[in-house]
Nanobody, 123 residues
Framework: QVQLVESGGGLVQVGGSLRLSCAAS????????MGWFRQAPGKEREFVAA????????SYADSVKGRFTMSRDNAKNTVYLQMNSLKPEDTAVYYC????????????????WGQGTQVTVTS
């Protein structure tokens, strides 16, 4: 089974940028659709972005569309989330996950999850 480890989170000012990484080990993710989710304290886990097996297509939640970009490097067995123009409401723990189908948005459609990385945006 594949294992996923997120990194790149931290503290950033409003309007700043961060790039999150999700490194896979154990098995290749080159043929696997992937996604990013986030969860703030007291809130449900919410969909952020998803990417197809090849990286040719991606989808985004309305709240991050135009600001976040998901990408993948299958040679490095890694997926990324570039976050620009960050807002305080982006503060959350961010998780990457392996999907069963391409570009799905429901947590139940993902079967492997990373441990999460904290993103904090200050105003």
């Amino acid at each position: 089974q594949v294992q996923l480890v997120e990194s790149g989170g931290g503290l950033v000012q409003v309007g700043g940028s961060l790039r999150l990484s999700c490194a896979a080990s154990g098995r290749t993710i080159s043929g696997t659709p992937m996604g990013w989710f986030r969860q703030a304290p007291g809130k449900e886990r919410e969909f952020v972005a998803a990417i197809s097996r090849s990286g040719s297509s991606a989808s985004y939640a309305d709240s991050v569309k135009g600001r976040f970009t998901m990408s993948r490097d299958n040679a490095k067995n890694t997926v990324y989330l570039q976050m620009n123009s960050l807002k305080p409401e982006d503060t959350a723990v961010y998780y990457c996950a392996k999907a069963q189908w391409s570009l799905v948005t429901r947590p139940d459609d993902y079967d492997v999850w990373g441990q999460g990385t904290q993103v904090t945006v200050t105003s």
